[in-house]
């Protein structure tokens, strides 16, 4: 049984059914942060992102609070849709009214994709938003030419001026743990089958390089994914040997801080229970949203 509190730092709940909340809080998951994300298609105009930013204020966290996890998300223009001239620029004037809400403790997902200067000129209005508005950045680094596009969303936040101990730089592999490795960033994982990290690579790169400025995430999404990849990661790093201490280090201690920091949230009200709506009697077995936001329960 896992007896250490789990921070999932990147998993897009809005694509999970909710049997995935049920076993991820049984793993002992007691926060999850949302990132905005590509939904799998274009959207066709500003307002669906509207709708999208409003679910993960209001339903999504309404949604983990049933299961006694609490819900914070991350807030920006996805680098696969900065592309978009049909929504970019209006999306982009659009963040700083949500930037302000609570709950919303980063500026994330941004970063680069295709690698083009379309990209890179969002990368660095969204940099700018999270300087003003006082919020950590969750960078996305490319699928493909993944070492090149690390190397160069590194480069676009080292001229930025953006404190690096403020940026978690997302999607690391082997390739790329060196090239950030002493620089204050703190370097993302995702445990994600076939195309990122699996437990077993992951493990033998923490034996390696330790815990330290290193976070671990499921990314899960609408593809092959595992929500619970945290949980089997920690199960598979006792396996290994690796002290309780570091254990918690990596999978509540840092991104807890880390995302605790922009001062929207109390980090010690984490490992209570939020305040969950009661299960609906009739017609569902979910109850409706709509109503107040939980709160916590310290």
């Known amino acids: 049984m896992n ?35 590509w939904l799998g298609q274009p959207r066709t105009s ?26 914070v998300c991350a807030m920006a223009l996805n680098p696969r849709e900065a592309n978009d001239p049909g929504v970019r620029d209006a999306v982009l004037k659009l963040l700083p009214r949500y930037l ?3 709950g919303v403790v980063a500026v994330g997902e941004l970063g680069l994709d295709e690698m083009t200067s379309t990209e890179e000129a969002c990368f660095e209005v969204q940099v700018e938003l999270a300087k003003k508005h006082s919020l950590p950045l969750l960078v996305h680094t490319p699928h ?74 499921s990314a899960c999404d609408w593809g092959i994914s595992d929500p619970l990849s945290v949980p089997k990661t920690v199960a598979l790093m ?13 999978v509540w201690d840092t991104p807890a801080e880390f995302f605790s920091a922009s001062g929207r949230v109390n980090r010690a009200e ?7 709506a ?6 569902t077995t979910i109850a409706r949203g ?3 936001v939980p709160g916590s329960c310290c």
Request: hydrophobic share 35%.
């Open 3 to 37: 007896t250490i509190p789990i921070f999932e730092p990147h998993a897009h709940m809005i694509s999970r059914v909710t049997d995935d909340y049920e076993r991820m809080s049984a793993a002992g998951v007691k926060v999850v942060l949302e990132p905005a994300f």
């Open 46 to 71: 500003v307002g669906s992102f509207i709708d999208y930013f409003d679910t993960l204020i209001g339903f999504e966290r309404y949604r983990a609070s049933q299961f006694g996890i609490h819900h």
């Open 100 to 102: 302000e809400k609570g």
């Open 144 to 217: 493909r030419n993944k070492r090149q596009g690390f190397v160069r969303c590194f480069e676009l936040l080292k001229h930025s001026g953006f404190p690096l101990e403020q940026v978690l730089l997302d999607h690391g592999n082997e390739e790329t743990i060196a090239i950030t490795m002493g620089t204050g960033v703190l370097q993302g994982f995702s445990i994600y089958p076939n195309t990122k990290m699996d437990p077993p690579r992951m493990v033998a790169l923490l034996k390696k390089y330790g815990t330290e400025r290193i976070s671990i995430n």
């Open 238 to 250: 006792r396996e290994a040997g690796f002290e309780e201490a570091s254990i918690r280090k990596l």
């Open 270 to 276: 984490w490992v209570c229970p939020p305040e969950a």
């Open 278 to 283: 009661p299960f609906s009697a009739t017609g």
């Open 290 to 292: 709509g109503g107040k």
